[in-house]
T-cell receptor, first 117, second 112 residues
Framework: AQKVTQAQTEISVVEKEDVTLDCVYE???????LFWYKQPPSGELVFLIR??????QNEISGRYSWNFQKSTSSFNFTITASQVVDSAVYFC??????????????FGKGTRLHILP | EAQVTQNPRYLITVTGKKLTVTCSQN?????MSWYRQDPGLGLRQIYYSMNVEVTDKGDVPEGYKVSRKEKRNFPLILESPSPNQTSLYFC???????????FGQGTRLTVV
């Protein structure tokens, strides 16, 4: 069975600090996809990044970076020099290839991030 | 503009009164799904559909029905709502499960 664990329910940091959101996943598939989504206080869900299981390169986008490590089944998300606008709930998600049966998309429970001014 | 549209955004109803939450997407996506979001439980998939006339249960399908008669529409039906279905609901669409999902703005449902 597939599972996504975001052990950090809530994190508070002071603005300009770096913060890492953890995501640990479980799957028996060799091909799979990992995602991060952001849900700001306004409530909408916004896509941040997608990574497939064969691409372990870390990615950086401005102040955001993602560290994918298959050896530890983790796909962690780091915000550098955090800003108040980063305050949101962040979800990690896991999915199987479209050709597989039981092609659900599994979300973690989310991490609520508070950036304090 | 590419979008997923849910209606209504807010709904208060009484126990047992059938209701439908509509979802429509204009991106010609094959895959559509419904989620409910509850505090401490994250997003849980209710139903999903890989294509027209193809629907499957997600993790929490009890008390819900869906249909996919057209590619663009994927309504969520609560035949006899109960208070434990009070939640924030999201519809999403994506070309398939390995690409980003586009979410509707959410429907906050309260069943009293």
């Amino acid at each position: 069975a597939q599972k996504v664990t975001q052990a950090q329910t809530e994190i508070s940091v002071v603005e300009k600090e770096d913060v890492t959101l953890d995501c640990v996943y479980e799957t028996r598939d060799t091909t799979y996809y990992l995602f991060w989504y952001k849900q700001p206080p306004s409530g909408e869900l916004v896509f941040l990044i997608r990574r497939n299981s064969f691409d372990e390169q870390n990615e950086i986008s401005g102040r955001y970076s993602w560290n994918f490590q298959k050896s530890t089944s983790s796909f962690n998300f780091t915000i550098t020099a955090s800003q108040v606008v980063d305050s949101a709930v962040y979800f990690c998600a896991l999915s199987r290839p479209p050709s597989y049966r039981d092609d659900k998309i599994i979300f973690g429970k989310g991490t609520r991030l508070h950036i304090l001014p | 503009e590419a979008q997923v549209t849910q209606n209504p955004r807010y709904l208060i109803t009484v126990t047992g009164k059938k209701l439908t939450v509509t979802c429509s997407q204009n991106m010609n996506h094959e895959y559509m799904s419904w989620y409910r979001q509850d505090p401490g439980l994250g997003l849980r998939q209710i139903y999903y559909s890989m294509n027209v006339e193809v629907t499957d249960k997600g993790d929490v399908p009890e008390g819900y029905k869906v249909s996919r008669k057209e590619k663009r529409n994927f309504p969520l039906i609560l035949e006899s709502p109960s208070p434990n279905q009070t939640s924030l609901y999201f519809c999403a669409s994506t070309p398939d499960t390995n690409t980003e999902a586009f979410f509707g703005q959410g429907t906050r449902l309260t069943v009293v």
